[in-house]
């Protein structure tokens, strides 16, 4: 496709269980980030890829949280024993070169994490 | 820690009206950003402001980036309902490794 895709786009899970969200990048855009956003908080940011590694992953609230890149494309967010506090949505976005500059973020359209 | 200050937080107007918003930080940063989101949907970059007192205008809505570039504001001129959305505005951590989010203006433009 040509943009960000993201799935689930929902996903309702019992607290205790893992989870894990996939994103598939923009074809070639070798930046991949993490965000999350929950009511009234904003986006939080989580992880930043650049190709396959990982050169700023501060954001990850937990070790619970890990996340991991293969062949410079697909991107998934694992949460190991959810929380309720995991709820809210995950947004990943891609873009063309490494970000910080005047570059564009693609987002995706995020997956909503239900801990229930 | 960089952080980017929006306000107001929410605002609900009328059609026709103008309005401004405003995105505030101690920080300097080399460019800020802004950004729209609609429900169910990712933020949409509508523009990148990168030199100091720089003006951008893109249809009726005018961008203006801070001359010391701490803070940045968003000004609508005759508001429509399909302005309606979550406005964000976001600038560059100083490792370069990621966009910082302000907490974003809820518009609510209604006919």
Do not use: M
């Not at chain 2, 720089?54 to 508001?79: M, N, W, Y």
Request: proline content about 4%.
């Amino acid at each position: 496709g040509a943009g960000v895709s993201q799935s689930p786009s929902n996903k309702v899970t019992e607290k205790g269980k893992d989870v894990e969200l996939r994103c598939d990048p923009i074809s070639g855009h070798t930046a991949l980030y993490w965000y999350r956003q929950s009511l009234g908080q904003g986006l939080e940011f989580l992880i930043y890829f650049q190709g396959n590694s990982a050169p700023d992953k501060s954001g990850l609230p937990s070790d619970r949280f890990s996340a991991e890149r293969t062949g410079g494309s697909v991107s998934t967010l694992t949460i190991q024993r959810t929380q309720q506090e995991d709820s809210a949505v995950y947004l990943c976005a891609s873009s063309p070169t490494r970000q910080g500059w005047n570059t564009e973020a693609f987002f995706g359209q995020g997956t909503r994490l239900t801990v229930v | 820690t960089q952080l980017l200050e929006q306000s107001p937080q929410f605002l609900s107007i009328q059609e026709g009206e103008n309005l401004t918003v405003y995105c505030n930080s101690s920080s300097v940063f080399s460019s800020l950003q802004w950004y729209r989101q609609e429900p169910g949907e990712g933020p949409v970059l509508l523009v990148t402001v990168v030199t100091g007192g720089e003006v951008k205008k893109l249809k009726r809505l005018t961008f203006q980036f801070g001359d010391a570039r701490k803070d940045s504001s968003l000004h609508i001129t005759a508001a429509q309902p399909g302005d309606t959305g979550l406005y964000l505005c976001a600038g560059a951590n100083q490792a370069g490794t990621a966009l910082i989010f302000g907490k974003g203006t809820t518009l609510s433009v209604s006919s």
